[in-house]
């Protein structure tokens, strides 16, 4: 069974809390569900982590090296200024998936630059957070 981690970064948990013309309706736990129920149906072991703190996060892909098969992340505003989550990515070997619920590249200036494309497989953004899925079925296909 493959293994998938989704790793979510800072203000994620207030997804359909606020700015839902951004990100839409949905919740966080409303999007792990989704999560859940699409990788019950095709044989994946996914896990979920979200995250406010950086440095969370780098542990969580540090311990993905010898644990997981693939890595999806939204790395939310980190993905613009986070040189340690851009490193500790740069050093796995697994495919990696930079998932965003916006068009980044429709935005404001400093959203267009992502630290984690260059490390990134493949980009999925603009989709809201049926991203989510496409991303899993994506990487379903690296694997
Ligand atoms: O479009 C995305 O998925 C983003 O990664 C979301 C980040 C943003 O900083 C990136 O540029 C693009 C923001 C995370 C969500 O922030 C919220 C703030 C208030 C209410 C709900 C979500």
Do not use: W
């Not at 203000?11 to 859940?36: A, H, I, M, S």
């Not at 311990?63 to 851009?86: E, F, K, M, P």
């Not at 935005?107 to 991203?131: M, N, P, Q, T």
């Amino acid at each position: 069974m493959n293994k998938i981690i989704i790793l979510n970064g800072p203000n994620l948990n207030l997804l359909g809390e606020r700015e839902k013309n951004q990100y839409g309706n949905f919740t966080l736990e409303d999007v792990e569900k989704k999560c859940n129920e699409y990788a019950n149906k095709n044989g994946i072991k996914l896990s979920m982590f979200q995250s406010n703190i950086e440095g969370e996060l780098v542990e969580k892909i540090q311990t993905a090296r010898n644990s997981q098969d693939g890595l999806i992340i939204n790395a939310g505003g980190y993905t613009h200024t986070s040189v340690a989550i851009h490193d500790a990515l740069k050093i796995l070997k697994i495919p990696i998936i930079e998932l965003h619920i916006s068009n980044i590249y429709n935005r404001e200036e400093f959203r267009h630059k992502s630290l984690i494309s260059k490390v990134a497989k493949g980009i999925i953004c603009g989709f809201g957070v049926d991203g989510y899925i496409m991303s899993l079925n994506a990487m379903k296909k690296f694997l």
